[in-house]
């Protein structure tokens, strides 16, 4: 009975809910360019104005960077942390846009209607969900469903340089017994998915030296020894005739798909032809034994990114090199633990070197996956409240992706993260013409509100 009066109002007032998102849209909050300094603050305090209207206590926090808005409101419940960004990416080139990045338009589509604007979509849009569905919660109800701190990051697309120090510092006031993260989107566009799992990140570089200088192969040629040739040999051993890596205990901590989650990606009735076919290719190139879902998602993957020497020019030369040059990469998942991953990976190269062949490395980045604990209530109650907005199973599902804040949030709080969301693979985020769906934003918002009354 409540439920349906939130939604009614919901319904009722998304024209209003519009021309809010349309006001912070309005704030031009690049982060990432110094000339936007004040814009940034004027997000920031604009939302903190939207907090205080809804009850909330709130503030705009300075940081050596952008502020961070947190905000506390509500009693009793759960306590639930919702965490959003309002800072937007650059929206060069200009040229590009088919009008002004920052006066938002409210457009039909042949799919619909869309708000068109920077941040739309990433992440405004999407942090108003959760605001507007407090909103009319609130207007029923005449309170907060439960206890809620908001956290509202200015510097998400700029490498949050200030987001570990502010977690550091302020552990206590933040921590809460869930983070709800909405900066992620549907399923295909058309099923609810909360993201369970990212795929860690593995980089390699090295060289390989033979000669101690360039050698013409009309002298030299049979005699010397070829690194092109010997990178070549060993990188065409990475993977064997089935798709497996095999490099020693590359697969120590990687677990096997829990039947429930295989069933729900089975459901999710993934369209490989469809995915494959858009980038011109029709067969999945992983391991032989696994559902191209598995491959994307809860595989490793070992990948060549760059390989180059010799001579690469216009016309011919016959150039035994001196050295070759490669670029691997590894997506990680499960336990995987990415310094034992690059110990063994060196290994395996070192032991396939011929004489006269050294190497030298140069280690890239790494980072475990991350896998969400999904015993919290939260996760099956959020499952069970898209499904019933969307009128599709809401799944776990994958992220090839990288979302660090899930895993900061564990780290620096101690506390699990839900990432679920409302954006279509359109939207164009960080591109130019981005939009957001208003059926998204509108069932977002409605989606929310379905949640809260199962976790209030
Ligand atoms: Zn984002």
């Known amino acids: 009975m409540t439920l349906e009066a939130v939604l009614s109002k919901i319904d009722d007032s998304l024209p209003q809910a519009l021309e809010r998102l349309m006001a912070l849209l309005r704030i031009p909050s690049i982060s990432t360019d110094p000339a936007f300094k004040a814009d940034c603050a004027r997000a920031a305090d604009w939302l903190v104005e939207d907090l205080k209207s809804l009850g909330f206590e709130a503030s705009a926090r300075p940081t050596p960077g952008h502020s961070m808005v947190v905000a506390h409101g509500g009693t009793g419940g759960p306590h639930l942390l919702f965490y959003g960004h309002y800072d937007v990416q650059p929206v060069d080139p200009l040229s590009l846009w088919d009008r002004d990045p920052f006066d938002p338009e409210l457009q039909d589509t042949p799919k619909g209607k869309v708000i068109r604007a920077r941040g739309a979509s990433d992440d405004k849009g999407q942090l108003m969900t959760f605001l507007e569905a407090l909103r009319a919660w609130k207007a029923v109800h005449g309170t907060l469903p439960c206890r809620l701190t908001i956290f509202l990051e200015g510097e998400e697309e700029s490498g949050s340089p200030s987001l570990i120090p502010f977690l ?244 620096y709080l101690g506390m699990d993260a839900m990432l679920l969301g409302f954006g279509r693979d359109d939207d164009q985020i960080h591109s130019p013409n981005e939009k957001y769906d208003l059926e998204c934003f509108h069932k977002g918002i409605r989606s929310w509100a379905r949640l809260l009354e199962k976790l209030a």
């Open 168 to 411: 550091q510092e302020n552990a206590d006031e933040l921590k809460a017994q869930i983070a709800l993260i909405c900066d992620t989107g549907l399923f295909q566009d058309t099923a609810p998915a909360i993201v369970t799992m990212l795929r860690g990140l593995l980089g390699e570089e090295f060289t390989i030296h033979a000669a101690n200088k360039d050698l013409h192969s009309g002298m030299y040629g049979g005699a010397a020894q070829n690194p092109i040739r010997v990178l070549s040999r060993i990188l065409a051993g990475l993977h064997d005739a089935t798709g497996r890596i095999t490099i020693p205990q590359f697969y120590d901590g990687v677990t096997e798909l829990p039947d429930a989650i295989r069933s729900q990606w089975q459901a999710l009735a993934f369209d490989h032809a469809t995915f494959l076919g858009d980038v011109g290719l029709s067969v999945p190139a992983g391991e032989q034994d696994r559902t191209p879902l598995e491959m994307i998602w809860s595989r490793p993957t070992a990948e060549i990114n760059g390989i180059w020497g010799g001579y690469t020019g216009d016309g011919f030369k016959t150039v035994l090199p001196a050295e070759a040059h490669a670029k691997v990469s590894f997506r990680l998942v499960g336990d995987q633990d990415p310094h034992a991953i690059r110990i063994q990976f060196r290994k395996w190269v070192e032991a396939q070197l011929p004489a006269d062949c050294t190497i030298d490395w140069k280690g890239h980045g790494n980072s475990p996956a991350g896998v969400m604990s999904i015993e919290d209530p939260a996760f099956e109650a959020a499952r069970a409240a898209l499904g019933e907005e969307w009128g599709r199973a809401a799944a776990y599902v994958g992220c090839g992706g990288s979302i660090p804040i899930a895993g900061y949030f564990k780290t």
